[in-house]
């Protein structure tokens, strides 16, 4: 059974930055594009970032771009998002996904997701 794990979520403040962390299990993991999307109340679903198995290509949200960077490390099975200069508006969710291509992570095509952290950005 292939099963993610995010952590590194918490309480900051506006200017703070976040590195979160999502490690999976499974033999397959760096043949897979991976992502995170958010989700917070009253508000869709928002794919943030995603990079490609290889980590040559990345995708990010407009609202993210040049604040969020994403990165993989397929030896330890770990991919993470460094979030800097955050905003009360990136509080939410955050969950990390996985999909045979990066393009069905934009669109939601999860093959596997994890069960969440929390981030909140106070004002």
């Known amino acids: 059974q292939v099963q993610l794990v995010e952590s590194g979520g918490g309480l900051v403040q506006t200017g703070d930055s976040l590195r979160l962390s999502c490690t999976t299990s499974?033999?397959?993991?760096?043949?897979?594009?991976m992502g995170w999307f958010r989700q917070a109340p009253g508000k869709e679903r928002e794919t943030v970032a995603a990079?490609?198995?290889?980590?040559?290509?990345?995708y990010y949200a407009d609202s993210v771009k040049g604040r969020f960077t994403i990165s993989r490390d397929n030896a330890k099975n770990t991919v993470y998002l460094q979030m800097n200069s955050l905003k009360p508006e990136d509080t939410a969710d955050y969950y990390c996904?996985?999909?045979?291509?990066?393009?069905?992570?934009?669109?939601?095509?999860?093959?596997?997701w994890g069960q969440g952290t929390q981030v909140t950005v106070s004002s």
């Open positions: 990079i490609h198995w290889s980590g040559v290509g990345t």
């Open positions: 996904t996985a999909a045979s291509q990066l393009s069905k992570l934009r669109s939601h095509e999860y093959t596997y």
């Open positions: 499974g033999r397959t993991f760096s043949t897979y594009a």
